[in-house]
């Protein structure tokens, strides 16, 4: 088991016990190219899909032992986790201090247990959108299934009724509507990463293009 997979499952849970710090403030807290704003702009591929609660699913399946697909009661059973942190576009915006709440990635993958093998994780939305990201990216204490935001149900046009956020990684890494979560032994590069954006995408090295 590796050193930081143990330490992010540790701020995670003490985040859960409701004993996590927030995020620091520095002047180092904007990354390189981005100005902050506040308006909270969309971004999205022109659709965004009406998707009513009693007929959502979340199907979560490849290379894990125990597939689900949950309901929206189901999502909503599990343990609730609600963490604040930056979001940052790669369109230059950045907007500071995003409470979002849904449940953790480390709630989902103790719910599935991703096979030795899973190396990589792609995700499919209801608009056709698709994302992907290493496993390690995700397996961190601030990465989570939102489907709130402020504490108010997130609105259809931020990807209500669920999102994917992955406060460490330009917002394009985080699917709106999110659909399937697929646990791969190998990278797909999703819709930006295979239009010439990064894969790794990280805002604090200007991380952009591929
Ligand atoms: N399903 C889906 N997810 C998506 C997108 C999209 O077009 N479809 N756009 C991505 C991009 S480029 C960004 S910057 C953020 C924007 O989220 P927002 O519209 O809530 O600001 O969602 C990301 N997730
Ligand atoms: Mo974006």
């Known amino acids: 088991m590796k050193d930081s997979y143990i330490a992010a499952k540790e701020r995670w849970a003490q985040k859960m016990a409701g004993k996590g710090k927030r995020s620091i403030r520095s002047a180092d807290r904007l990354p390189p190219g981005q100005r902050l704003v506040t308006d909270f702009p969309t971004l999205d591929l022109?659709?965004?899909?009406?998707?009513?609660l009693e007929r959502w699913e979340l199907k979560i399946h490849g290379k894990v032992a125990s597939p689900a697909t949950l309901n929206w009661e189901r999502f909503?059973?599990?343990?609730?986790f609600k963490d604040v942190s930056d979001f940052h576009c790669v369109t230059t915006w950045s907007q500071f201090d995003?409470?979002?709440e849904g449940v953790s990635f480390f709630t989902l993958t103790?719910?599935?247990?991703?096979?030795?093998?899973?190396?990589?994780v792609y995700f499919k939305?209801?608009?056709?959108y698709t994302t992907n990201n290493s496993l390690d990216a995700l397996m961190d204490d601030d990465v989570l299934i939102a489907h709130s935001w402020n504490g108010?149900?997130?609105a259809k046009e931020h990807g209500g009724p669920a999102r994917v956020i992955v406060p460490k990684r330009y917002a394009w890494k985080g699917a709106k509507w999110v659909k399937e979560i697929i646990f791969l032994d190998r990278d797909l590069l999703g819709f930006w990463e295979l239009r010439g954006y990064s894969n790794t995408a990280d805002p604090f090295t200007d991380d952009?293009?591929?």
Not at 76 to 80: E, G, H, I, Y
Not at 110 to 120: G, K, Y
Not at 125 to 128: E, H, K, S, T
């Open 208 to 210: 952009r293009f591929a």
């Open 125 to 128: 939305a209801y608009d056709g």
């Open 76 to 80: 909503k059973a599990l343990p609730q």
């Open 98 to 100: 995003m409470e979002f």
């Open 152 to 154: 108010e149900p997130l």
């Open 46 to 52: 022109g659709i965004q899909p009406e998707v009513p």
């Open 110 to 120: 103790d719910l599935v247990q991703p096979l030795p093998e899973a190396s990589h």
